[in-house]
């Protein structure tokens, strides 16, 4: 049982979610609800920006290296190893348009990845380079399978960390074993987990990593994070670059293409500041409290909707206590199809999803015992009308 102190710090964290007037929001493997801390730094931009113009630019471009420092902290990363960028689709394509391909060479992902962690390395059909896909059941790998898939020509290795249809969370550091085994790169999309589950990247030999800010991390759509550990980032050709990619970023006469030495050199151009300083916010928040008692929290409510699922009757194909558990729960209720389950949901004020043929609830730490009354409920009554 939760004492005092962790009730009252869920309580107050529910009181930065202004969406728990209108909804019970189950829906955040989709996009989240802005949390206070970051709609208030994005109003404060836009209204110091609309009152001063630059006046203020370099309090906003601060907000910038702070929003790096608290990724890295989030990561266990170096400060120079992260990137600010727009989107994981973006990470995606830093790496797969920068890798010195060569016809014959080979990336491995799974058969049932999110199309931006397939369509970038897809593309590169037309330099010879072969992607092949490893056969997944219910977003999980046979890790044989995958080391079968490997060969000397194997480059990269490109995974979601948590899948988007199941939730199943894969184990980094076993892949990431895999690949190096092969002299390969690790590539992960972590958007599905990343702000509520723990995740070191060092102690996981992550090579590149890309998440955005608009799902666990509560931040907004159109910013977001890249990791490129040290001994990675000069295999990869910088792109998108701009004058914000040198060391002299700022200083126009100097025209020298003198690199930053980190992942900063991918941010070539003007920042997306409202949507950073909100995702800064966002990070802070979660920082603050812990990535640990995050996770401890959300396997708590997940597990409460693990038990409502069980008394209904209702098909899980999403794991439980196992070290492949995540914030998503996707199930079937009998005799309904997963879209009218959502559009009833929906228009009693539970938001959930669907993906992969299943009704899919995404929690998040703040969702409360009400919360878990109301799906209950819902289901209840559609099940048995």
Request: hydrophobic share 40%.
């Amino acid at each position: 049982m939760a004492s005092p102190s962790e009730n009252n710090c869920w309580r107050d964290f529910r009181d930065q979610m202004p969406v728990t007037a209108q909804w019970v929001y189950l829906d955040h493997a989709s996009v989240a609800p802005l949390m206070r801390p970051a709609a208030d730094a994005m109003t404060a931009w836009i209204h110091n920006v609309s009152d001063h113009g630059a006046g203020d630019w370099s309090l906003w471009r601060g907000k910038v290296e702070s929003a790096r420092r608290s990724a890295a902290e989030m990561l266990g990363a170096d400060e120079a190893e992260m990137g600010l960028i727009r989107n994981t689709t973006e990470g995606v394509n830093i790496v797969a348009g920068g890798f010195p391909w060569q016809p014959g060479d080979n990336i491995i992902t799974f058969a049932d990845e999110f199309p931006s962690n397939l369509f970038a390395w897809q593309a590169l059909a037309d330099r010879g380079v072969e992607i092949r896909q490893v056969p997944t059941i219910d977003q999980r790998f046979e890790p044989q399978q995958l080391r079968d898939a490997c060969d000397s020509r194997t480059r990269v290795i490109a995974v979601s960390w948590v899948g988007y249809a199941t939730g199943w969370r894969n184990d980094l550091q076993q892949i990431a074993e895999i690949a190096h085994r092969h002299d390969a790169l690790l590539f992960v999309d972590a958007i599905q987990g990343l702000g509520v589950l723990p995740l070191d990247v060092r102690e996981c030999a992550v090579d590149f990593l890309a998440a955005d800010g608009h799902k666990w991390l509560l931040g907004p759509e159109g910013a977001g994070i890249f990791y490129a550990r040290h001994s990675a980032l000069d295999r990869i050709r910088a792109s998108g670059l701009g004058w914000n990619s040198v060391v002299q970023a700022g200083d126009f006469s100097d025209t020298e293409l003198n690199l930053k030495p980190g992942s900063a050199r991918f941010e070539g151009g003007s920042y997306n500041m409202a949507g950073i300083a909100g995702l800064e916010a966002s990070l802070k928040y979660l920082n603050g409290i812990g990535i640990d008692a995050l996770s401890r929290r959300l396997q708590y409510v997940v597990d409460s909707v693990h038990d409502i699922l069980e008394r209904l009757g209702c098909p899980v194909a999403s794991p439980r206590n196992s070290r492949g558990w995540s914030g998503i729960v996707a199930f079937q209720v009998p005799g309904r199809s997963p879209r009218d389950v959502y559009q009833f949901c929906r228009n009693a004020g539970v938001l959930v999803n669907c993906r992969g043929g299943r009704v899919r609830l995404s929690p998040h730490v703040y969702t409360n015992e009400a919360d878990l009354q109301a799906l209950q409920d819902r289901l209840q009554w559609m099940m048995g009308s």
